[in-house]
């Protein structure tokens, strides 16, 4: 469940969280967000693939923490280019923090699915998936504007986001493939594994 809170933390902050934020801190209407949001969301379409056939050379768990790592640096250099409030920047913000989510989020079903034995594999991802994706994703848009509300300034927000990551990084570090298990597979079948 820690493991799933990074990502999920990132992608509600990025769809939903940064609307309110470049309307109330940047004057900037919603639709003017979503022409920035909207092109930047074709990394996390290209990337995912891309990601796990590095992760059948690496290993699913060495990209899983380089992700979770580039999510703890990120936000900050995300908000940094937001409030440039020049449409090439600020596209390159969304785009460089959706880098390191679709390394992470990418690799989430061939990880996962080797860190549970096959009899409790379906209930165990199930479980902590959704634990973890209510954690992340349903009060981080609150939190974040509650942090901006009494700091009036991003960096607070930024630390969250990055505190979320070192969860997920934590997590993904103590987190073990079976010792009766075999050889981990591939992420490419792993993910076959886990869903037939």
Do not use: K
């Not at 609307?19 to 209407?29: D, F, H, K, Q, V």
């Not at 998936?129 to 609150?142: L, R, W, Y």
């Amino acid at each position: 469940a820690l493991g799933t809170v990074g990502a999920g933390v990132v992608i509600t902050m990025t769809t939903v969280f940064s609307l309110a934020y470049g309307r109330e801190a940047l004057g900037m209407s919603s639709s003017a967000m979503l022409a920035v949001l909207l092109p930047a969301l074709v990394v996390t379409l290209v990337g995912p693939p891309l990601f796990g056939q590095l992760a059948d050379r690496l290993g699913v768990r060495t990209v899983f923490l380089i992700g979770a790592a580039g999510m703890v640096i990120m936000p900050f250099v995300w908000f940094a280019l937001l409030d440039t409030g020049q449409y090439w920047l600020m596209l390159l913000g969304f785009a460089l923090l959706f880098v390191p989510y679709s390394a992470n989020y990418g690799v989430f079903p061939g990880y996962f699915s080797q860190v549970f034995p096959p009899a409790v594999r379906y209930s165990g991802m199930s479980v902590g998936f959704t634990i973890g994706t209510i954690a992340g994703n349903a009060f981080a848009p609150t939190i974040a504007t509650a942090i901006l509300g009494s700091t009036g300034s991003w960096v607070g927000i930024a630390w969250y986001m990055a505190g979320m990551a070192l969860l997920s990084l934590g997590a993904g570090v103590l987190l073990r493939f079976p010792a009766t298990s075999e050889t981990p597979t591939p992420a490419s079948t792993a993910l076959g594994a886990a869903t037939g």
